[in-house]
């Protein structure tokens, strides 16, 4: 088990300092990675949005964007240097928001999202049935949650996942597929579906 403290420190540091480049080119991975989780999802207008781990914010804005800034639209990040480059990008809009949070302590109200994802951030959270508990608590009746993450389904995976645990600090875990499934289950979601996108990673989509 890691040091809850040493854990966040190394959380916070990583991607403090990798907010310093992160809407550079040679991130633009992570925006497709973003794009494709969001088109897995039925987002409509009047829609209220959230992104945990949102970064700089890009994957906000741009469901904003989509839905014409019709709805309310929130990220999460436990990097300060992330929430800052976000909320400038947000600037002059009154219903993007982007705080400095958990996501094992979500600062929202019961039954608030209609919509959330979580990309290639879920393998950093120390604690994963605490942040599927408060998935479940701030999703709407049939919310939907799509989680994309490299995912632990053969023997490659489980050997870079094993050396990761070994030498990174930040890093938690990655999970199977069946794990995600009975997570979602545990805490009274719905698994809808599991799909690849691209080698090693997939979707894992749930609906309250």
Not at 54 to 74: D, E, I, K
Not at 130 to 157: H, M, P, Q, S, Y
Request: hydrophobic share 35%; aromatic share 14%; net charge positive.
């Amino acid at each position: 088990m890691k040091d809850l403290n040493e854990y966040k420190n190394a959380n916070e540091y990583k991607w403090d300092k990798r907010s310093l480049t992160y809407d550079s080119k040679r991130f633009d991975y992570f925006r497709y990675m973003q794009k494709k989780a969001i088109a897995q999802l039925d987002i409509k207008k009047d829609s209220n949005f959230l992104d945990l781990g949102c970064g700089t914010g890009w994957a906000v804005c741009y469901v904003a964007n989509q839905l014409n800034y019709s709805g309310q639209f929130a990220g999460i990040d436990i990097s300060g240097g992330m929430i800052d480059k976000a909320t400038v990008k947000a600037k002059g809009y009154n219903n993007i928001s982007f705080i400095k949070a958990s996501t094992e302590n979500l600062p929202f109200d019961n039954d608030y999202f209609d919509n959330i994802i979580c990309t290639n951030s879920f393998h950093h959270y120390l604690n994963p049935d605490k942040v599927i508990t408060e998935i479940f608590r701030v999703l709407k009746a049939n919310g939907k949650i799509c989680i994309l993450d490299i995912t632990l389904d053969d023997f490659f995976v489980k050997w870079i996942n094993q050396k990761l645990i070994e030498k990174e600090d930040a890093h938690v875990s990655f999970y199977s597929s069946l794990a995600y499934k009975d997570f979602f289950s545990k805490h009274g979601l719905r698994h809808i579906k599991s799909k690849r996108i691209i080698y090693p990673l997939k979707v894992h989509i749930a609906e309250k």
